[in-house]
């Protein structure tokens, strides 16, 4: 028998009575009632609504009365929503005119067979089984019990080309199949997607990459070419070649790597301290695993500027520092937070870095220092693009030599980093104030040079205390004057 879980009928309760108090017929439509089909839980559960006319006036007075905020979403197409925290969970609740005359009608205007089911909200509560309640025109359940993505109607694309994003993403959440005609309308109407708001695409493009099976399905929108009308930065990486230690292009080497991080995060889930990092949310309710799927496609984006031949050799010298600067401009695109921003610039510009401390024996205590000095907090996440990257890399001049020594140098500087920390940040054995009083030095900007010089001979152990601090800091002013 299809119902309700107490708790859910409980939430719903207070909302059919205020719309019952106004004579109002409301009907819940869409992701609930899929998510109760497929008996499918969200951690931040929401609902949507819809009645014959006035849902922005309704809205409006249901949020006084339910002590929430309010937004309009859409004025023209009379699309609110109301957001309350309820026993620690997030609840959301939209509410929109019918599209139509009828609610079966309005149900040819949702985007996807599975969304196109309503139920009337007095239903809800009813002792009855509630499969045979839901109103389903277009056989949405049976969709569902096939695990099928299929458009409502051939307009879908037109009235809203976000939904073709959405496919994509629903298909990734539900682990579902888009059928042919679906496909082929992507295909054609793609181009429609430049008229859709960065942030809207931005949060059906993060869906994609919080899931499991990112790659499966960025592979599926780039072959329909509708990837590269979100990311256009990447259509010159096609088609060039890397030399003899690669064995892909520089774009079906950057998918690779994608490919490659989400089998390593998988085995990431056994260990906690990695696990919990790549959950860590860095803005919003967007992962840092999912800024890290982001990074995976913009790695390598500075390589076809960067590219040089030298004596019949393909070079990418500075191709990081390029790719710096075509990342600020996806990150403005897409309207990332500052702190998404900086982590994607951050990881772009040093992912290299972990192969270069890989080259040597073992690193120096100074070169591990710096690295974790210039990678902050993204050390780790920089540390795990660097193994996807080194393990999509298979090309003949790629010995299994250099790929244990990247492997040990990966998961030695891993270990560091998740290493407990039972001693306390090394305080500084000098000042600014109390170099320029002692060397009668201006502030400038050899200050903080100097400071940062002493602070890295400090924690590798090469200076212990004051006296040792000012003999170092007198050879440096020395040399650098």
């Known amino acids: 028998m299809l119902k309700f879980k107490q708790e859910d009928r409980d939430i719903l309760k207070p909302i059919y009575n205020f719309a019952k108090s106004r004579k109002l017929k409301l009907y819940l439509v869409g992701g609930a009632l899929r998510d109760l089909i497929l008996n499918r839980a969200k951690e931040n559960p929401d609902f949507d609504f819809c009645l014959k006319r006035g849902a922005l006036n309704f809205g409006r007075k249901l949020s006084k009365e339910l002590r929430c905020a309010f937004v309009v979403l859409d004025e023209e197409h009379a699309a609110c929503r109301l957001v309350k925290r309820i026993n620690k969970k997030l609840y959301t609740f939209d509410f929109t005119d019918f599209r139509a005359p009828a609610i079966e009608k309005d149900l040819l205007h949702r985007d996807f067979t599975i969304n196109s ?3 009337e909200l007095g ?32 307009n879908s694309f037109k ?19 888009l059928d042919n005609q679906t496909l082929r309308l992507a295909k054609k109407e793609k181009k429609r997607i430049n008229a859709v708001s960065a942030e809207r695409i931005r949060e059906e493009l993060f869906k994609i990459l919080d899931s499991n099976a990112a790659y499966a399905s960025l592979v599926s929108l780039d072959k329909l070419k509708i990837l590269e009308i979100i990311f256009p930065e990447i259509k010159p990486l096609r088609g060039i070649g890397q030399g003899p230690y690669h064995h892909l292009d520089v774009w079906q080497h950057t998918l690779e790597t994608l490919n490659q991080f989400e089998l390593i995060i998988k085995k990431a889930k056994q260990t906690p301290g990695i696990y919990n990092y790549l959950e860590e949310e860095v803005a919003g309710l967007r992962k840092r695993v999912s800024l890290l799927k982001l990074a995976c496609l913009l790695h390598d984006l500075g390589k076809p500027k960067a590219l040089r031949r030298e004596k019949e050799k393909i070079i990418f010298h500075g191709h990081e520092r ?81 790929r244990t020594r990247h492997e040990k140098t990966v998961k030695s500087l891993t270990r560091r980093l998740l290493k407990p920390k039972d001693k306390k940040k090394l305080n500084r054995l000098l000042n600014g104030f109390e170099l320029m009083a002692k060397f009668k030095l201006p502030a400038s900007p050899l200050i903080g040079k100097l400071l940062s010089e002493l602070e890295e001979a400090q924690a590798i152990g090469k200076i212990k205390n004051k006296k040792e601090a000012l003999q170092l ?6 040399i650098k004057k």
Do not use: M
């Open 322 to 402: 390029i790719g710096v600067g075509l990342t600020r401009i996806i990150s403005r695109r897409l309207k990332l937070s500052n702190d998404e921003g900086r982590s994607l610039e951050r990881i772009v510009l040093w992912h290299l870095r972990p192969g270069y401390l890989a080259g040597n024996q073992k690193p120096t205590a100074r070169a591990i220092f710096r690295y974790f000095r210039d990678t902050g907090s993204d050390a780790l996440a920089v540390l795990l693009l660097s193994l996807a990257d080194q393990r999509a890399t298979k090309g003949p001049l790629t010995t299994a030599l250099s």
């Open 159 to 177: 009235e809203d080309p976000l939904r073709i994003l959405r496919a994509f993403s629903f298909s990734c959440i539900l682990d579902f199949s």
């Open 117 to 119: 089911l309503a139920l």
């Open 123 to 154: 239903d809800v509560f009813t002792k009855g089984d509630l499969g045979k309640l839901i109103i389903d025109p277009y056989y949405g359940i049976a969709d569902l019990q096939h695990k099928i993505i299929k458009i409502t109607s051939k």
């Open 473 to 478: 800091a007198a050879k440096l002013i020395k």
